[in-house]
Structures are given as C-alpha cells and as structure tokens.
C-alpha cells in the first residue's frame, strides 16, 4: 500500500530498503481519491522504530494511507530528540476538531503503576473520549489495551508474578470473525508485559469478543463486535530483534529476567531469533483497514457516533 508519509521522516528509509512503496506527500495530494486516514498516539520510548514498526504492518494493505502522528504534550520524552517530535508530531490540540478513519494508541513502559499515577493520564483519557466522537476504529496495543478496558469498561489490570515474556502460541476463537478471518488455528503472538488483566471481568463484557487466546499469556486479541475499539495484549508489531533487545537491556542492568519463551533457538541468546508472527501481524493489519475502509462514509464528517 502507497503509505503517505513525509519525505524525511526516518522510517520512509528503512521501509524502501524492505521494498515497501511509501508515497511522498506532493505525489498523493494528486491522487484523485479519499485516503485513509489515520492517527497514531505513539507514547513507546523509542518512537522511530516504533513508527517504523507499525508503518510496516500499515503498509501491507493496497488501500493509501494518510497518517499523523500525535503526542503527548502533558509529558516529555527522554528516548527521543526534540527536533524528531517538533518535526513529525503535533500536540493533541490540534487534532481536537479533526475527524479520522482509525487511531492507534501504543504500548507505554508504565504498566506497573496505576494508570491515575501515570503524569500523562488525564490527557490520554481526554484522547479517549475524543476518539469515541472523531473516530471510526481505534486499535490499542498491549498498555495502551490495558488502559483502553480500564477507560472503557472498568476493567482493571494486576501485577504478575513474572513479566509476559516470549513468543507464545495463541488459540484462534473465531474462524469467521471478519478481523482474524485467515488466521491459523493456533498463531504465534510476541508480549512483553507485567501486568495481565482481570479476564473474568472482560468475559462479562458482553459488546467485546475475544477473538485470540493463550492459556499461559491469556487474552490477546479481543475487540468490539461493531470492531469501533480493538484490543491487542501483545505486540504483534514487533520486530525480529525486539525481544532481543529486550532482553540484553534488562539482563546488562541487572534487572530480573528470564529468557523470552518460544524465541532464541534452543533458548541459546547466542542464535539468532526466528520470526514466527509476521503472517498474522500483517493478516491482521489488512483485515482492520480493510473493514474502516467498507465501512467509513467518504466524508469523514458523516461518520456516525454511538
């Protein structure tokens, strides 16, 4: 898909060396049709290869993308240059009266604290309400699912006794759902968290579906039936190093952490990782833009809001 992205943003790079056609601005402003647009609240610390991450999964579909990434104003970013922010990224203000097909809110490394502890949380909440009225489909990921089921329906999280952490086989409940249709029976789906959530609460959401499960990470991907909010527990975004990366990070501060489940061959950190979720990811991606797509009126301003 023809992804219209600035010219000189760091991901458009990267994505041309993998053979992933990004339009440049000038050249999609002369296409005679109403692309997607898309928000994306990156709030990872490392936002270019988060950007980059999910632009690769975006860029899977053949339908043309707009996107716009918005920040956090009520935070400063210690993992990423001021110049990057001021230059691809714009405050929530200036998204307030704007309307758009679909937003992404992203994982955050602040899942053991309460969300109200998090300095950012009442501005992530005022994002939240806005999208029910501005948004046709908003896909929260892993911490950003988490506070997305607290926010929405109540749904609290807990500590666990050791982080999610690995690659783990996943149950596909749902054959025809339309936002897992031609997924494997069982897929493989990278987490990397501390916290789970409170499952029996979710079972009694009766507007969510879950759609993925595991019996060791629990509920990976669970969505409304109208697909207007879709929760994703782990980060099917990931690259193949991620875990990786991860993993050597905590290990060399002395951190307490075990070897990811189900990802160095022979659990040797020596071998290098093997990408088992690529398919799905990007199966998953096609399938929610495909259905924003069918679904959202040509003029955004029509969108209905419930």
């Not at 990921?141 to 329906?153: D, E, N, R, S, V």
């Not at 022979?266 to 399938?287: F, G, K, M």
Request: charge should be negative.
């Amino acid at each position: 898909m023809p992804i219209n992205i600035p010219s000189d943003l760091p991901a458009k790079g990267i994505l041309e060396g993998e053979k992933i056609f990004a339009l440049e601005e000038d050249i999609a402003e002369k296409q005679d049709i109403r692309p997607l647009k898309i928000a994306i609240l990156n709030l990872m610390p490392k936002k270019i290869e988060t950007e980059t991450q999910i632009l690769r999964l975006i860029s899977k579909s053949p339908l043309q993308v707009d996107i716009d990434f918005m920040k956090i104003s009520s935070h400063k970013s210690k993992n990423t240059s001021e110049d990057h922010l001021v230059k691809f990224y714009d405050d929530f203000t200036l998204f307030k009266d704007k309307y758009y097909d679909a937003l992404i809110i992203t994982g955050a490394p602040v899942e053991q604290l309460p969300f109200e502890a998090v300095d950012y949380w009442p501005e992530l909440c005022e994002i939240m309400a806005w999208s029910k009225t501005h948004v046709f489909s908003v896909l929260h990921i892993c911490w950003g699912a988490q506070a997305g089921l607290y926010y929405h329906y109540n749904i609290q999280k807990h500590l666990l006794k050791e982080k999610m952490f690995g690659i783990f086989p996943q149950r596909l409940c749902d054959e025809y759902n339309f936002l897992t249709n031609g997924f494997d029976e069982i897929h493989m789906t990278p987490h990397s968290r501390h916290t789970g959530i409170d499952e029996k609460a979710l079972a009694d959401i009766k507007e969510l579906e879950v759609l993925s499960e595991s019996m060791t990470s629990g509920t990976n991907i669970c969505a409304k039936k109208d697909f207007r909010q879709i929760f994703i527990l782990g980060h099917l975004e990931y690259g193949v190093e991620t875990l990786a990366q991860e993993y050597f990070r905590d290990k060399e501060a002395g951190k307490p952490i075990h070897i990811p489940c189900n990802y160095f061959p022979q659990d040797d950190p020596t071998q290098e990782p093997v990408l088992t979720w690529r398919s799905h990811a990007n199966l998953l991606y096609r399938n929610w833009l495909n259905y924003v797509y069918q679904m959202t009126p040509y003029d955004l301003n029509q969108i209905e809001f419930l």
